[in-house]
């Protein structure tokens, strides 16, 4: 399948901070999609961009489709210890969707 | 809650064996999705079905095979099982399955190979 690159792959935050990552492709996707997974759960999805430099908010969410449509980056304000969790960026090409390596999150208090 | 159902949430067998994975997707959904999420491979697509019909194919090994039925339940078949087939099987669920289309996840399957 199509090959992601998501940093950074983990990151400890403090409570307050704001937090930015982000998805290259060396392809082109018609659609770039930000999901969250908690444990033991299935990944739910937070944002979806559908064009090119499309800027969409969701909450505490914020994410972009570049100009290119070869990346994307997501920023969460203002963080939680309910923001912990892995947030995987996917591409989504017809009728799949290729997923990112995922980005932990870690919060401390 | 998603609305996408999967049976069994953990599942423990040996190598050699078969299993099979079920899903229901959401109601209205005509599209089901088959994910492999493992350590080391990530989240990985394996196959689609659209309103009973084979859509699209990812990476699935041809020991793996799945159908929809026309209830639009799917069933993920895992036969000769390896050790190396130990992951979290996600189904996924959208309206149409075209390009910008909600996909909506399950908690997935838990398969344990020993």
């Known amino acids: 399948g199509q090959q992601l690159n998501q940093s950074p792959q983990s990151m400890f935050i403090q409570e307050g901070e704001d937090v930015s990552m982000n998805c290259t492709s060396s392809s082109i996707f018609n659609t770039w999609l930000w999901y969250k997974q908690d444990p033991g759960e299935g990944p739910v999805l937070l944002i979806a961009?559908?064009?090119?430099?499309e800027l969409t908010s969701n909450g505490r969410l914020t994410a972009q489709f570049g100009i290119t449509r070869k990346d994307s980056f997501l920023n969460i304000s203002a963080s939680i210890p309910s923001d912990v969790g892995i947030y995987f960026c996917?591409?989504?090409?017809?009728?799949?969707?290729?997923f990112g390596a995922g980005t932990t999150v870690t919060v401390r208090a | 809650d998603s609305g996408v159902t999967q049976t069994p949430k953990h599942l423990i067998t040996a190598t050699g064996q078969r299993v099979t994975l079920r899903c229901s997707p959401r109601s209205g959904d005509l599209s089901v999705y088959w994910y492999q999420q493992s350590l080391d491979q990530g989240l990985q697509f394996l196959i689609q079905y659209y309103n009973g019909e084979e859509r699209a194919k990812g990476n699935i090994l041809e020991r793996f095979s799945a159908q929809q039925f026309p209830d639009l339940h799917s069933e993920l078949n895992l036969s000769s099982l390896e050790l190396g087939d130990s992951a979290l099987y996600f189904c996924?669920?959208?309206?149409?399955?075209?390009?910008?289309?909600?996909?909506?996840f399950g908690e997935g399957s838990w398969l344990t190979v020993v």
């Open positions: 996917a591409g989504q090409e017809d009728y799949k969707l290729s």
């Open positions: 996924a669920s959208s309206v149409s399955g075209n390009s910008g289309n909600t996909i909506y």
């Open positions: 961009l559908y064009k090119a430099g």
